[in-house]
């Protein structure tokens, strides 16, 4: 089940993956541990040397820009937000993105907690034969979620592995976002289900297991997914465009689409210190911090 590799399509009962557990900085095989702090440097990212990512023994903790300019990548201040709520979330999938497109794999992902947003899935399935995730409003919701931190041409590249999502924004007065070390982002982007979110009579528009999500299908007699297995369901569904615009379609004719009540405006260039703002720690840390 675990055993694909970044790459979903192998697994589809695994999607959408095991997120980072903690602030990562992913840097191409390797995932080294950041600790964020109250400030736009976003503290430091601890590497005891690797051989892999040609990281010096002693190149930290150091600055998350300065270990980035160690590794020649691109800045804090040319990166764009971009929240993750499905496989994004997971560091071998954002390195199997951007590795096929050819693209460098050095990526801050950064974990938090978002209010007033949950997960729910989209309304279509993927050529992989699963059912992706989408966010949705859902008042009082708190949901974990991780945080990329793009350039340029990784925020393409992963764009083009988006083909039924819109690229938009949410503001953090909206959907507050309260990072490891306690950054809070006025603005970030995250990816909108362009076509809809799925809503099922008996469990609404949450995120399932897999197996459930296209059992649900099953029981609601959506077309192709006629069997007791869900790995066959999926692999009959990865198998057909036209299977999967059966899908698609049969959901709309259920009445099983809804929107996903986001309130966004349009994706526009958006850059980390345009956005961060720094939470002022409680004066017990102010005093230790001193010392």
Do not use: F
Request: hydrophobic share 35%; aromatic share 2%.
């Amino acid at each position: 089940m675990s055993d694909h590799g970044g790459d979903l399509t192998r697994t589809p009962l695994a999607y959408p993956g095991v997120p980072v557990p903690g602030p990562r900085l992913v840097v191409g095989d390797c995932a080294h541990t950041v600790r964020p702090r109250p400030s736009r440097s976003l503290g430091s990212a601890r590497s005891d040397g690797c051989a892999r990512c040609d990281l010096p023994p002693g190149a930290g903790p150091d600055s998350l820009d300065r270990l980035l300019g160690r590794l020649g990548a691109t800045p804090l201040a040319e990166r764009t937000p971009v929240l993750a709520v499905g496989s994004n979330a997971v560091a071998s999938v954002v390195r199997h993105k951007l590795t096929r497109r050819g693209i460098g794999v050095v990526v801050p992902l950064l974990t938090g907690v978002v209010r007033h947003l949950a997960v729910g899935h989209t309304a279509y399935v993927s050529r992989g034969g699963y059912v992706p995730a989408a966010p949705v409003h859902r008042s009082r919701a708190r949901t974990p979620v991780v945080l990329q931190l793009l350039d340029d041409h990784q925020l393409a590249a992963i764009d083009a592995t988006e083909p039924h999502y819109d690229r938009v924004e949410l503001t953090g007065t909206r959907y507050p976002l309260v990072l490891a070390g306690g950054l809070r982002p006025a603005r970030y982007h995250v990816y909108e289900a362009s076509g809809g979110v799925l809503s099922l009579p008996v469990h609404g528009r949450r995120l399932l297991p897999q197996p459930e999500v296209l059992g649900a299908l099953r029981d609601e007699g959506l077309p192709h997914t006629d069997h007791e297995d869900p790995s066959a369901i999926a692999e009959r569904l990865a198998g057909s465009a036209a299977h999967r615009d059966d899908v698609r379609e049969g959901l709309a004719a259920r009445g099983l689409t809804r929107g996903s009540g986001l309130t966004s405006t349009p994706a526009g260039r958006l850059r980390w210190p345009e956005t961060v703002r720094a939470v002022r720690a409680p004066r017990r840390q102010q005093r230790r911090q001193r010392r």
